[in-house]
């Protein structure tokens, strides 16, 4: 299944972000540079939402990016995702 999901985006010290996703609290993670940090967003949004699926959990729809509040410092970003790629990768290497 493909999702796509906003992701807030915090810079950090020395070029570093944090990301997290407010649709899915708890769901965040972090990178040394931007290309790092949108890799790790693509692979902690897609093992969540896989997550999800495997224990029939019920996906909340993604909210419109225009009402997200965010700090200063903060921007957004959409990120997108392919669950099925993951799962037949995943599956290869069990």
């Known amino acids: 299944m493909k999702y796509a999901y906003t992701a ?3 810079p950090e010290e020395e070029g570093a972000f944090s ?3 407010p649709d899915l609290p708890g769901c965040y993670t ?3 540079d931007m290309p ?3 890799n790790m967003a ?3 949004l ?3 939402l896989y997550d999800m ?3 029939k959990k019920a996906i909340p729809p993604a909210s419109n990016p225009r009402g997200i509040a965010i700090a200063d410092n903060e921007f957004t970003g959409i990120v997108a995702v392919d669950t099925e790629t993951y799962r037949r990768f995943y599956e290869k290497i069990s």
């Open 53 to 55: 699926e495997q224990n």
């Open 30 to 32: 972090c990178g040394d």
């Open 46 to 48: 897609c093992l969540w």
């Open 42 to 44: 693509q692979d902690a």
């Open 36 to 38: 790092d940090t949108v």
């Open 19 to 21: 990301v997290c996703f």
């Open 8 to 10: 807030v985006f915090t």
